[in-house]
Each structure stands twice: as structure tokens, then as C-alpha cells.
């Protein structure tokens, strides 16, 4: 049996071996073993041999030396492993399934989108079907000599932070179910979550506010609050319901069985069919109807961006944030919405004359949630590197 003193030893190697793994991961450029000495306060020894651990393991990777500007050695900067290690996000809405490898420089090595409608779908068969497409990026991967770390499955509903078990997904019409055995990804970790939390985490790159309210919209509507980089989640992991808050007590049913809900006058849907549209049109065919004037459209899009300003400024007097972040379908219909957006929460919100809120368009791309979920998996390899060297 190992000694305590053993044991603790070990313990503190390990940290620091995730202390000298981060320095790399969030450095903004390339960084030296002396850059990692002094960001960290950790010996300089030390630190070579960690890294010589992490570059062995392919969690780091070393660039070409680089002339130093001072005498001595040259610096080799060191940087995240490509394709080495690889975090898969998994996704099912209403009009798409997918799965995505992503690698450890962020960058997503494969991607695989099916178009359908899922719309009071059956679980049963709409997750092997996940499935089916996980297993085919993870043998690819696999091929390549890529170690999967895990996959993150979202889903448009409840999640149970705890259980990972889908209370309610109201426009799939799923409910009460533990969605990762119908993967049928035996041996592989999966974790479950709400597809507007994943989303918003991968919002948290580069400069962004690390604080902030991220709304997505598809057919639902769903957000996240995030505080300082991490996600608050509420008791449960329910909150973030944005689309259920109601706009008019007499307007129309939702999908819920609540009525007048947000989503009903500011989801993809609700949107297209005022704008006179089919109800699955894609986000284009809306963007080309008020682009050329059409007046269903631009009244369809007025109506949205008003009753979503409401719904906002509700959350933002509720919870105080400064920046709203707008994805899904509002990133490509944020020039339409802006302006009605903006002076609803400059009428509404009680602290707007003394700060105005800020409103931007989500930068991490059509399929968010997945590359937020990959990136979850990731940031586990990173918080325990120890397990992957
Ligand atoms: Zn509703």
C-alpha cells in the first residue's frame, strides 16, 4: 500500500501536471517551457518534465525553435496537440441530427449533418441513428490514430444536470427517457445536456464577456446564463426557458401546452408562417422574403424582435447581465431584429438609461451546441491530464 507522504506526492505531480496543461491550453500564442516556469511559479526543471510528459502523450506538441531575443537556448513554443486527442458533440433537434470531432486546438476535424424533421419523433429511432453516425466519425478517427475522450449529446429540453435524464424535449415530443443507451455507444462515455447551454459555451472564446444571457432560436427557443466563464444552472438544470415565457395570455397554443408562449411569435416556425413562408423554411428563404420587401415578412420579423425584446428585458431585470448573445437562427436575423430588440430592452429594462444592454451575434457557427458539447468533453481531458498521458 503507498505511504500517505507516496500518495500525496503523487497528488501534487498530478496538479501540477494540469497547472502546466492549462498554461499551454489558454495561452493566447504559442508558449516556452520558460514562458510556463513563470506563469506558473513552477521550477524550471519541473516544468520540462511535465511537458516532456505532455508532449509524449500528445497533449502538447512542440513548433520549430525560434531564435530566442536574449542569449541562451532557443525557445521551442509549445502548443494544444492536433488530432490527437478528440472530444465529440452529439445533437438532435427539430430539423437536424449531427455529430462532430473536435481536437484539442479547437478545431473540428469531421462533422456530419442529416437534415430531417423530428417533430414528434420516436426516440427509439432517432438515436441509434446518432448513434450510427458517432460511430462512423469515431472509427475515422480512430483510423487516423485520434483517441476519443467522450461525446456530449444535446437535446432541446430538460436535462437533468444530475441524471443526464430528459424530462420533457416538447418539440420532439419526448419526454421521461435516458436518451445515451438508445445511442448504443457501448463503451464510450456520453453525457447529456440542454443544446442552448452547450451553445453557449462555446460562445466563450477570445475576448468575448465571460458574463452573459445566450438566447438561440430554431423551432424552440432556449438560453443559457453564463457567469464568469461557467454556466449557472439553477437547481436542476432546468432554467434557461426562455421560450415558454409568455408574451399574450391570449395568444396562441404552444407546443407546451401553455399559450402565447415566446416561441410563438419568435420561433423558426411561428416566424415563417406569418411571414407566409412554409413552417420549414430555412433561416435564407426568410433573409431573401425581407430582403425583397416582402411586408408579411418584414411585419413577421417586427412582431419577433418586439415580443423577444420583451421576454429579455425580463430575464435581464431578473438576473442583471450586460450582453445578450443571439444564435441559432438570430445570428443570421440579427439585421433585421436589431433595432426593434434594442429599443424594447432601452423601454423595459429598469437599469438601461444608467448601462445599456449589449446585443451581438453568436460567433460559434450553425452548429453551436455540438461544438460546445465536444469542447465539455475536452475541458475534462484538460482538468485531469493525468488519465490521457
Ligand atoms: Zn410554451
Redesign the pocket.
Given at each position: 500500500m503507498p505511504s500517505l507522504a507516496a500518495a500525496r506526492q503523487h497528488t501534487l505531480r498530478e496538479r501540477n501536471l494540469e497547472l502546466v496543461a492549462r498554461a499551454v491550453y489558454e495561452a493566447p500564442e504559442p508558449v516556452s517551457r520558460a514562458d510556463v516556469a513563470s506563469s506558473t511559479g513552477l521550477a524550471r526543471a519541473t516544468v520540462s518534465t511535465l511537458v516532456d510528459r505532455l508532449v509524449a502523450g500528445r497533449l502538447l506538441a512542440e513548433l520549430a525553435p525560434v531564435s530566442a531575443q536574449r542569449a541562451g537556448r532557443p525557445g521551442v513554443p509549445l502548443v494544444p496537440a492536433a488530432r490527437s486527442v478528440v472530444g465529440i458533440g452529439l445533437e438532435v433537434n427539430v430539423d437536424y441530427l449531427g455529430a462532430s470531432v473536435i481536437d484539442l486546438m479547437n478545431d473540428v476535424v469531421d462533422e456530419r449533418v442529416e437534415p430531417g424533421s423530428f417533430h414528434d419523433s420516436n426516440p427509439a429511432e432517432v438515436l441509434p441513428r446518432v448513434g450510427d453516425l458517432a460511430r462512423e466519425l469515431i472509427a475515422s478517427a480512430e483510423s487516423e490514430g485520434m483517441r476519443v475522450a467522450g461525446a456530449r449529446l444535446a437535446l432541446p429540453g430538460l436535462v437533468d444536470a444530475h441524471s443526464g435524464l430528459l424530462q420533457v424535449a416538447?418539440n420532439l415530443g419526448w419526454s421521461t427517457l435516458n436518451p445515451v443507451p438508445l445511442l448504443g455507444l457501448s463503451g464510450l462515455r456520453v453525457d447529456v445536456a440542454n443544446e442552448a447551454k452547450l451553445a453557449a459555451l462555446a460562445e466563450l472564446t477570445g475576448d468575448v464577456a465571460s458574463s452573459f444571457l445566450y438566447v438561440s432560436a430554431d423551432v424552440g427557443i432556449g438560453a443559457a446564463i453564463v457567469v464568469d466563464g461557467h454556466l449557472f444552472l439553477g437547481e436542476r438544470g432546468w432554467n434557461g426557458e426562455i421560450?415558454?415565457v409568455q408574451i399574450d395570455p391570449a395568444g396562441p397554443r404552444?407546443?407546451?401546452?401553455?399559450t402565447g408562449?415566446?416561441?410563438?411569435y419568435a420561433g423558426k416556425e411561428a416566424v415563417n408562417r406569418a411571414a407566409g413562408l412554409p413552417a420549414d423554411a430555412p433561416v435564407e428563404a426568410l433573409v431573401r422574403a425581407v430582403e425583397a420587401r416582402s411586408p408579411a415578412a418584414q411585419a413577421a420579423l417586427e412582431r419577433a424582435a418586439s415580443a423577444l425584446g420583451t421576454a429579455l428585458a425580463d430575464f435581464v431585470n431578473l438576473v442583471d447581465v450586460g450582453t445578450v448573445v443571439l444564435g441559432g437562427a438570430y445570428t443570421t436575423l440579427l439585421p433585421w431584429m436589431r433595432d426593434d430588440v434594442e429599443a424594447t430592452l432601452a423601454d423595459r429594462v429598469l437599469s438601461a438609461p444608467f448601462a445599456p444592454v449589449r446585443v451581438r451575434g453568436a460567433v460559434a457557427g450553425p452548429y453551436a451546441a455540438m461544438a460546445g458539447g465536444a469542447r465539455e468533453v475536452l475541458r475534462d481531458v484538460l482538468a485531469s491530464p493525468a488519465d490521457w498521458v
Open positions: 416538447p421560450g415558454h404552444c407546443g407546451c401546452g401553455a408562449c415566446l416561441e410563438q
